[in-house]
């Protein structure tokens, strides 16, 4: 309501999950629809954990940095690596609960933290683990993934548009 008060037309209101996994679905430099991934996104407000299958999010876990850094001013690396490595292990403990296939790598975008974050989860987890590259030119940097998977999605045909939105209506029924 308050966006058509101001002369805007939502067409879809979506979680930054869908527009990441959307992003690496159709740019993702290597990304195979067969492979069940796991992505992780290091944010500014927090640490999502995904599960893509078959190209499509089923699952994802969000832990804020808030709850990280608990009464402390900052996070220390230490605390961001157990963060990394708790919740990693939480997701993938639930991955394994529902689904038999295994997953086939973890990709991660974490602007400017790659370096750390990915020999991390190799040295603790027994799986491919990569940085979240797009096949887009010019080369984006990390910290624009999201509005990528929007934008994505904004160029799809409303006719065609059948992924989940937020407003209580299809895209199709509120753009007519």
């Not at 037309?9 to 527009?19: C, D, R, T």
């Not at 994802?60 to 940095?65: G, L, Q």
Request: proline share 5%; charged share 20%; hydrophobic share 45%.
């Amino acid at each position: 309501g308050a966006l058509r008060e101001e002369g805007f037309s939502p067409v879809v209101i979506e979680s930054s999950a869908f527009s990441l996994v959307r992003a690496f679905r159709e740019r993702g430099e290597g990304f195979r629809p067969e492979n069940p991934a796991i992505l992780i996104h290091v944010g500014e407000t927090g640490l999502s954990i995904m599960v893509a299958r078959h190209g499509h999010l089923h699952f994802d876990y969000f832990v804020s940095w808030r709850d990280v850094q608990c009464d402390a001013q900052e996070i220390s690396l230490e605390g961001f690596n157990a963060a990394i490595l708790g919740n990693l292990q939480r997701v993938m403990n639930f991955y394994n609960a529902h689904w038999n296939e295994p997953v086939t790598e973890v990709v991660v975008a974490a602007p400017g933290l790659e370096e750390n974050t990915i020999p991390l989860i190799q040295k603790t987890f027994s799986i491919p683990v990569r940085a979240l590259t797009l096949t887009v030119n010019p080369v984006i940097s990390p910290e624009w993934l999201v509005a990528v998977g929007s934008g994505l999605r904004g160029t799809m045909a409303r006719r065609e548009d059948r992924e989940i939105s937020l407003l209580g209506i299809d895209a199709q029924e509120e753009y007519r």
